[in-house]
């Protein structure tokens, strides 16, 4: 399980104060792997891009592959908060007492949209 308010690696937001694990949104290992994998195949793609400045590819090869990365990285967004919300709505009393009541879901998916 990953925890909601966990940092996954370097980078990452610092935890809100007051949070811990054993208080903290819980998300599938399968939801993380997911997240994980789109944002490694990002990853991939970011670097393909650099490479094409490099070699000083047509602008509108590069314009599509950023397009794309882009639609990506929101994917894992919309992965994550999706799982999220789909937590809060299974546990809403759980999920209000750890800090994100459904408003604040609610408010995370807005961000991404």
Known sequence: MLYWNEGVGPG????????DKESAMELPEDVVDQIRNRLRRVEGQIRGIERMLEEGRECRDIVTQLSAATRALEQAGFRLISAGLTWCIEHPDEAADDGYPLAEVERMFMKLA
């Open 12 to 19: 990452t937001a610092p935890e809100p104060s007051g949070t």
